[in-house]
C-alpha cells in the first residue's frame, strides 16, 4: 500500500499545534535544522515540537529548550546488528512511542529513505521535498505532501525553506537563530583562563588541517598569552592533539567528552578554529565567534552561518589549504567588536 494515502490531515494555513521534527543525522546537519525551531515559534508560539535524531547526535535537540521530547533511533548500530532480537525490540520500542500522539505535522528535512520510513510510525500529515529536491528522491514516496526545495542553497536555507512551505508561512530572511544553551556541567577539567577552542577532527582525511599549521598556530597563540585547547572523539584524533600537544606549551587536550559536556567547553572559549566538522557548527549555534577551514569542499553549501549578533569566516574550499596567516587573520575579525 502507498504510505502516503494512509492518512491525510491537512494543517497548511492553520495554527499549529503539535509538530514532529526528523532530522536524525549527522552533526552538522542537526545543527542546521535548529534554526527552524526559532522560525516556527515565531509563527505559532503556542507549537509543541518534538524532534527524530540518531542517538549519538540527541544531546543538541535536547540542549534547545524549546523542543519538548526527544525520540532517538539508532540506525547506525541497528544496521550493524540487523539480526538482533535486541535490534527489533529497540525499533519497536521507538514505533509504539513515537505513534502515541497525532501530530498536525511531521516534517522530514533530511529526504533520506530511512528518515521518510520514519514518518510512517507517526500519526499526522506527513511533509518533505519532492523526488527533484530530496537527497534520495524516494524519500518523497512516503510523504503526503511534497515540496520543490532547490538543491543549490546552503543546508540552512533548505531546512527553513522546506518547514515554512509546510506550516504555511513566508520564509523568513534574517540570520538564522539557533536557540541552544550549554548546560553548565561540574568537569573535573582545568581549561586555561582564555582560550582557542581548536576543532581539528573530522570525518574524512582530506578535511584535516596540516598539524604543522595547529602546532604554529599555537606558536602564534602563545605570543599574545593564548592558550589552544583540544578535544578529541577518537584514538586517530587523540594522537593528533596529543602530536601537537608535545611541540607546544600552550596546548591543552581534553579527555573524551560527551557532546553535552564538549559544548559546555566550547561556550568557555573567546574563539573557535576548526576544519569542516559538526563540532564547528556547534560553536556556531553555541554563539562562539568561529573560524571554519574548508580543504576538501564547498562552503557556500555547508558552511557555517552565523546567528544574527554573531561572526563567522569561512575559508578555503575544494583542494584548498589555508594559511596560517589567513587563520589569524579571520581570528581578528570575528572577535573585533
Same mark, same amino acid.
Given at each position: 500500500?502507498?504510505?502516503?494515502? /494512509?492518512?491525510?490531515?491537512?494543517?497548511?494555513?492553520?495554527?499549529? /499545534?503539535?509538530?514532529?521534527?526528523?532530522?536524525?543525522?549527522?552533526?552538522?546537519?542537526?545543527?542546521?535544522?535548529?534554526?527552524?525551531?526559532?522560525?516556527?515559534?515565531?509563527?505559532?508560539?503556542?507549537?509543541?515540537?518534538?524532534?527524530?535524531?540518531? &542517538?549519538?547526535?540527541?544531546?543538541?535537540? /535536547?540542549?534547545?529548550?524549546?523542543?519538548?521530547?526527544?525520540?532517538?533511533?539508532?540506525?547506525?548500530?541497528?544496521?550493524?546488528?540487523?539480526?538482533?532480537?535486541?535490534?527489533?525490540? &529497540?525499533?519497536?520500542?521507538?514505533?509504539?512511542?513515537?505513534?502515541?500522539?497525532?501530530?498536525?505535522?511531521?516534517?522530514?528535512?533530511?529526504?533520506?529513505?530511512?528518515?521518510?520510513?520514519?514518518?510512517?510510525?507517526?500519526?499526522?500529515?506527513? !511533509?518533505?521535498?519532492?523526488?527533484?529536491?530530496?537527497? &534520495?528522491?524516494?524519500?518523497?514516496?512516503?510523504?503526503?505532501?511534497?515540496?520543490?526545495?532547490?538543491?543549490?542553497?546552503?543546508?540552512?536555507?533548505?531546512?527553513?525553506?522546506?518547514?515554512?512551505?509546510? !506550516?504555511?508561512?513566508?520564509?523568513?530572511?534574517? #540570520?538564522?537563530?539557533?536557540?541552544?544553551?550549554?548546560?553548565?556541567?561540574?568537569? &573535573?577539567?582545568?581549561?586555561?583562563?582564555?582560550?582557542?577552542?581548536?576543532?581539528?577532527?573530522?570525518?574524512?582525511?582530506?578535511?584535516?588541517?596540516?598539524?604543522?599549521?595547529?602546532?604554529?598556530? #599555537?606558536?602564534?597563540?602563545?605570543?599574545?598569552?593564548?592558550?589552544?585547547?583540544?578535544?578529541?572523539?577518537?584514538?586517530?584524533?587523540?594522537?593528533?592533539?596529543?602530536?601537537?600537544?608535545?611541540?607546544?606549551?600552550?596546548?591543552?587536550?581534553?579527555?573524551?567528552?560527551?557532546?553535552?559536556?564538549?559544548?559546555?567547553?566550547?561556550?568557555?572559549?573567546?574563539?573557535?578554529?576548526?576544519?569542516?566538522?559538526?563540532?564547528?557548527?556547534?560553536?556556531?549555534?553555541?554563539?562562539?565567534?568561529?573560524?571554519?577551514?574548508?580543504?576538501?569542499?564547498?562552503?557556500?553549501?555547508?558552511?557555517?552561518?552565523?546567528?544574527?549578533?554573531?561572526?563567522?569566516?569561512?575559508?578555503?574550499?575544494?583542494?584548498?589549504?589555508?594559511?596560517?596567516?589567513?587563520?589569524?587573520?579571520?581570528?581578528?575579525?570575528?572577535?573585533?567588536?
Amino acid at each position: 500500500m502507498n504510505p502516503a494515502r /494512509k492518512v491525510l490531515i491537512v494543517c497548511e494555513n492553520s495554527a499549529m /499545534k503539535r509538530i514532529l521534527l526528523v532530522k536524525t543525522s549527522s552533526l552538522g546537519d542537526v545543527i542546521h535544522n535548529l534554526p527552524v525551531v526559532t522560525d516556527i515559534l515565531q509563527q505559532h508560539p503556542d507549537a509543541h515540537i518534538d524532534w527524530v535524531v540518531e &542517538e549519538a547526535f540527541a544531546d543538541i535537540p /535536547k540542549l534547545h529548550s524549546a523542543i519538548k521530547q526527544v525520540f532517538t533511533v539508532a540506525v547506525r548500530r541497528w544496521r550493524k546488528q540487523l539480526f538482533s532480537k535486541q535490534t527489533w525490540l &529497540e525499533i519497536a520500542a521507538f514505533k509504539q512511542q513515537v505513534s502515541q500522539q497525532p501530530y498536525d505535522l511531521i516534517i522530514d528535512t533530511q529526504g533520506l529513505i530511512k528518515s521518510a520510513v520514519m514518518t510512517t510510525f507517526a500519526q499526522g500529515n506527513k !511533509c518533505g521535498m519532492d523526488k527533484n529536491s530530496a537527497r &534520495e528522491p524516494l524519500a518523497s514516496y512516503f510523504y503526503h505532501t511534497k515540496y520543490f526545495i532547490a538543491r543549490n542553497q546552503h543546508a540552512v536555507i533548505r531546512n527553513r525553506a522546506l518547514v515554512a512551505k509546510a !506550516c504555511g508561512y513566508a520564509l523568513v530572511d534574517n #540570520a538564522p537563530t539557533y536557540g541552544l544553551a550549554a548546560e553548565k556541567l561540574a568537569l &573535573e577539567i582545568a581549561c586555561p583562563q582564555s582560550f582557542v577552542i581548536g576543532l581539528h577532527g573530522t570525518s574524512k582525511d582530506s578535511k584535516l588541517w596540516p598539524i604543522t599549521h595547529w602546532i604554529a598556530l #599555537a606558536k602564534q597563540l602563545a605570543t599574545q598569552q593564548l592558550s589552544l585547547v583540544l578535544p578529541w572523539a577518537s584514538i586517530a584524533e587523540q594522537q593528533r592533539a596529543q602530536t601537537i600537544a608535545a611541540e607546544v606549551d600552550n596546548v591543552t587536550v581534553l579527555p573524551k567528552l560527551s557532546i553535552a559536556q564538549l559544548a559546555y567547553i566550547i561556550q568557555q572559549a573567546w574563539v573557535a578554529v576548526g576544519v569542516d566538522t559538526g563540532l564547528s557548527h556547534l560553536s556556531v549555534a553555541l554563539n562562539i565567534p568561529t573560524v571554519a577551514i574548508y580543504t576538501d569542499t564547498n562552503p557556500a553549501w555547508t558552511g557555517v552561518m552565523a546567528s544574527a549578533n554573531h561572526k563567522v569566516v569561512n575559508l578555503g574550499g575544494v583542494k584548498q589549504t589555508p594559511s596560517v596567516s589567513s587563520v589569524l587573520a579571520a581570528i581578528q575579525t570575528v572577535t573585533i567588536n
